[in-house]
């Protein structure tokens, strides 16, 4: 696929060896706990941990091509073993690990059929990975377990030669987004890996003092790619915490970027809504004049929460120009499109009609004050050697301003989904990727609009779940980020209804309930021109979370019509 | 019964669970057996915080650590440190 397009200059062949390049005494991770409670290694003692692992691996008779599965606490020993399996030749993916929160059924599930489609000749999990858990991995009779315990520690050291490998060779496996278990394996070599990571350095134009921020979890693309395979390309320090740590200290984020006076950082919109909300400014004496780019990524980039953002952290030294936008995916290692964060500028935003938007997905600039309209935030231009298409149900190319389907095309698209010949099938079409994603082009930038299969059609109208779950969240009395909308079929009607289910920020609410849901009910008529079937408030903890801890909208689904039957009945 | 598993007893009775018929002791099991979602454990774990006066590494801590009471109170002793 990579042949499509003109070679792009990449320093390194494989990622291990790029890893091998890097400046010994600099540092590469800091691992943050707590305050009393953080680690620094250097690149020269990863490399030597890394290469330690790999030596352990090969004696446990791991060889060249085999995948390794690896499921460990988000930190550097993980980051270690999955480098070591690299040096080995092998072909490592990084499985969830259990926190606190997780469903213990659900994870067990997951983990059963995840595990059983990567049919990994090793297994590697952590020491305290409860015994219940270990059950539910499929071995087969070449595959082997071992606990982390029984590897070389941080101290390790090896001689050992690493295996060598070549550009086209699988480099790793990464999970896609979607429902635990059914997840798809995106195998990706070292040279889409590296021609990406050449992309996204170029983008952001990557300096050897960045310094990125991250809780993200490294089994998810926007942790494993830009919080570990770029600085660890690059040669750039990263300070990781893991997400159940930052969940409970949500300011730490803030408080590691401005001691370590980070750079770069990418987050889903969610977060910037919930540190707004969750964070005083004036407790923490933050300095975020540092951050050139904090980057929205993985959820449609929602104007009001950028705006949230900047509002409660101007004072912060936060550049207005800072909060950037990014289109990405695992199955293009990661971005597609960036924003510009070099020429002083915020992502791009429109205005367009709604009538218009919603009836005939034609975009339609409005002029400000004038009648109904929706507002769209950018999520960049193209990296170099990334195309997008917007087409059609019949995959006939839209032109600029008409929503449809996103399909992308790459020098570093996945070579398929490992083990599933007939997904691959489905979404690799004469070497495009057909996203699932709805959005539109304007002027070369992409605006992504939503999931094509979450889209509810009301009468011809396509409103977008996304768009009514803000306006529910714009209530005070609403909790940020927990509302679900989906759409209902009404057979007498012949077209679908709109259901809404919020929760409340506090109890107490609900003896307001009829006040608040009115209020929404105006609200979603006035903003979009539709009145919604039913809305239920619920109390806290309601609504059903994934394990990336955003609202699950089929569960959520199947919870309310569990509950309400009468929902089922048109 | 300490004074701390009584506290969190009521938080999670009246916070969480909601019901008024439902009662828990401390060692009644809590998300195995459905009484509540293993998402309100993130609110959970900040009130356990709040009762032991302790932080609490939330990576350090799994699901079988916060089925009941008594081992969440046992969780915050093993893995929690003085807030400073």
Redesign the interface.
């Known amino acids: 696929m990579s042949d499509r397009f003109p070679p792009v200059p990449i320093p390194f062949p494989t990622l291990t060896e790029a890893l091998f390049a890097a400046p010994q005494q600099k540092p590469f991770v800091t691992m943050w ?5 953080e680690r620094t290694f250097t690149f020269g003692e990863f490399t030597r941990w890394s290469n330690a692992q790999a030596a352990a691996f090969k004696e446990h008779g791991l060889c060249k091509g085999d995948t390794v599965i690896l499921i460990m ?2 930190g550097v020993a993980l980051m270690a073993a999955f480098a070591g399996a690299m040096l080995a030749g092998a072909v490592p993916a990084i499985l969830a690990y ?7 059924a659900k ?1 067990r599930f997951g983990l059963a059929g995840v595990s059983a489609n990567l049919n990994a000749r090793l297994v590697v999990v952590d020491a ?1 990975l ?1 015994a ?1 858990f270990l059950q539910s991995i499929s071995l087969s009779e070449r595959s082997k377990l071992i606990r982390v315990d029984s590897l070389p520690p941080v101290s390790g050291n090896s001689d050992v030669t690493h295996t060598s490998c070549k550009s086209e060779d699988l480099a790793f496996i990464q999970h896609s987004a979607g429902t635990t278990g059914l997840q798809k394996g995106v195998a990706l070599s070292h040279g889409a890996v590296l021609r990406q990571l050449a992309h996204l350095a170029n983008a952001l134009e990557i300096r050897a003092n960045d310094r990125i921020y991250s809780w993200l979890p490294l089994y998810h693309d926007m942790g494993l790619i830009a919080c570990f395979m770029l600085p660890m390309v690059h040669h750039l320090h990263v300070v990781m915490q ?1 997400p ?2 930052w ?2 200290q949500p300011e730490s984020m803030l408080h590691l970027i401005s001691m370590y006076k980070c750079t770069l950082s990418w987050i889903p919109n969610f977060t910037l809504s919930f540190l707004a909300r969750r964070v005083k400014p004036e407790n923490g004496n933050y300095d975020l004049t540092s951050l050139r780019a904090l980057i929205n990524c993985s959820e449609p980039v929602r104007a009001e929460s950028i705006d949230c953002f900047a509002g409660a952290f101007s004072s912060c030294g936060l550049q207005p120009t800072a909060l950037q936008s990014s289109y990405a995916m695992a199955e293009n290692v990661f971005a597609v499109t960036q924003s510009g964060i070099n020429g002083s500028v915020a992502p791009c935003r429109i205005w367009v009609d709604s009538g218009k938007y919603q009836s005939d997905g034609i975009v339609v600039p409005a002029k400000k004050g004038s009648g109904e309209r929706m507002g769209f935030v950018s999520s960049g231009q193209c990296l170099p050697n990334n195309e997008v298409r917007i087409v059609a149900e019949d995959g006939e190319a839209l032109p600029d301003g008409h929503v449809g389907e996103i399909v992308i095309r790459s020098d570093s698209m996945l070579d398929g989904y490992y083990n599933r010949p007939d997904l691959t099938s489905l979404s690799l079409r004469d070497g495009w990727y057909w996203s699932g994603d709805l959005g539109f082009l304007l002027n070369q930038e992409l605006y992504v609009t939503g999931r094509k299969k979450d889209l509810i059609i009301v009468g011809g109208k396509n409103i977008y779940p996304q768009d009514v779950e803000e306006i529910a969240f714009s209530h005070p009395a609403i909790h940020d980020g927990r509302a679900v909308a989906f759409g209902c079929y009404n057979a007498n009607l012949g077209t679908e209804e709109i259901v809404l289910v919020a929760e409340v920020g506090e ?1 107490s609410n609900l003896e307001d309930s009829s006040v608040i849901e009115r209020a929404i009910r105006v609200s979603i008529a006035a903003e979009l021109g539709v009145v919604p079937r039913a809305i239920y408030l619920k ?3 309601w609504i ?2 994934s394990t990336a801890g955003k609202p699950a909208r089929s569960a959520t689904r199947e919870k309310l019509l569990a509950e309400h039957p009468e929902l089922r009945i048109s | 019964m300490t004074d701390s598993a009584k506290e969190l007893i009521d938080y999670i009775c009246k916070e969480i669970i909601r019901r008024p018929n439902v009662q828990i002791e401390a060692d009644t099991p809590l998300v195995s057996s459905g009484l509540i979602d293993s998402f309100s454990l993130v609110d959970v774990l900040t009130k356990l915080e709040e009762v032991t006066a302790l932080r609490i590494p939330a990576g350090k801590v799994q699901p079988k650590d916060m089925d009941t009471v008594s081992l969440m109170l046992t969780t915050a002793q093993r893995v929690g440190k003085p807030r400073r």
Request: charged share 35%.
């Open positions: 706990i707590d305050d009393d409670e606490p988000q259990p926190t606190f929160k997780v469903d213990p994870y305290s409860p219940e893991s159940a740590d969940v409970l109890s109390p806290p903890r059903v979370k």
